[in-house]
């Protein structure tokens, strides 16, 4: 992703900042290598207790290196502040996340800490059947064509969702995705997004994703799947090829250290998050 040079230079300026329960999710590290641009960082804690002291924190040391602060938002779950140096301005959120994931945060050299690729996309599956942003559409393009084909990131955000099916979570995607030209317009994008073209692509990903779906028992909702130390989208004829991995609390590597080996060496090739 292109990131602006402030949102660069803010993110290795805070992260040392960074921990295993202090870390940047979102659109920022999801999108760094993509055409489009976020418009802020968001810093996620485990703890709601941690919401302050990592914005009071991160706050000071901006100031300490010239950027000028204006808070927008000073409250227990979230903090919100507008930072400026040299013309340049980004917007920083500090607020309390789920623990509830797949993987443990990993460590990044520009970010500090971030949220294992496979939870940034089940997180951004959550946001486009939980909200209507034309945002939310552009990222699900870059989960099914960077990170994992989007029947399988439906399949295992299911067992984030309470409540929701597999085919639940299509169906409310498709109904909150109705979306204006002037929608993707307002996308920063470099270059500029298509958004016919977009939409195109989003249905024909959808109709994909629901016929894995409708191929996959029930009792396995919520699950991915693992095979030679990548989390891939199974064949459902077949998945007793695959090595399931479950969410749970700050989540967890698979059990066998070659396969835990193999899937850092493959994310630490990848050209993005």
């Not at 590290?29 to 960082?41: G, H, K, Q, V």
Request: aromatic share 8%.
């Amino acid at each position: 992703m292109p990131l602006s040079k402030i949102q660069t230079d803010v993110l290795r300026l805070l992260a040392a900042h960074r921990d295993p329960e202090s870390y940047v999710r979102g659109s920022t590290p999801l999108n760094r290598d993509t055409p489009r641009y976020s418009a802020d960082i968001d810093v996620f804690h485990d703890r709601e207790e941690r919401v302050a002291q990592a914005a009071e924190l991160d706050g000071g040391l901006l100031e300490e290196h010239g950027y000028t602060l204006r808070w927008l938002r000073r409250e227990p779950a979230i903090y919100a502040v507008l930072a400026e140096r040299a013309s340049e301005a980004t917007k920083l959120e500090w607020v309390a996340d789920s623990d509830f994931r797949f993987f443990p945060t990993i460590r990044d050299e520009t970010f500090g800490y971030i949220l294992h690729p496979i939870d940034l996309a089940t997180n951004k599956v959550s946001a486009a059947y939980g909200r209507r942003e034309p945002r939310d559409i552009v990222d699900l393009l870059t989960v099914h064509e960077h990170i994992l084909p989007l029947g399988a990131v439906v399949w295992a955000s299911a067992g984030k969702a309470l409540g929701f099916t597999p085919e639940g979570i299509i169906n409310e995607i498709r109904r909150m995705a109705r979306y204006t030209d002037a929608d993707f317009r307002r996308i920063a994008s470099d270059p500029p997004l298509d958004p016919a073209a977009t939409m195109m692509r989003l249905r024909e990903i959808l109709g994909e994703a629901e016929a894995f779906v409708a191929r996959m028992p029930t009792e396995k909702a919520g699950l991915l799947f693992l095979k030679d130390g990548h989390v891939v989208q199974p064949d459902p004829g077949c998945l007793h090829d695959y090595q399931t991995h479950a969410g749970q609390t700050r989540g967890h590597w698979p059990a066998s250290g070659e396969i835990t080996a193999a899937m850092f060496e493959h994310y630490r090739k990848q050209p993005g998050p």
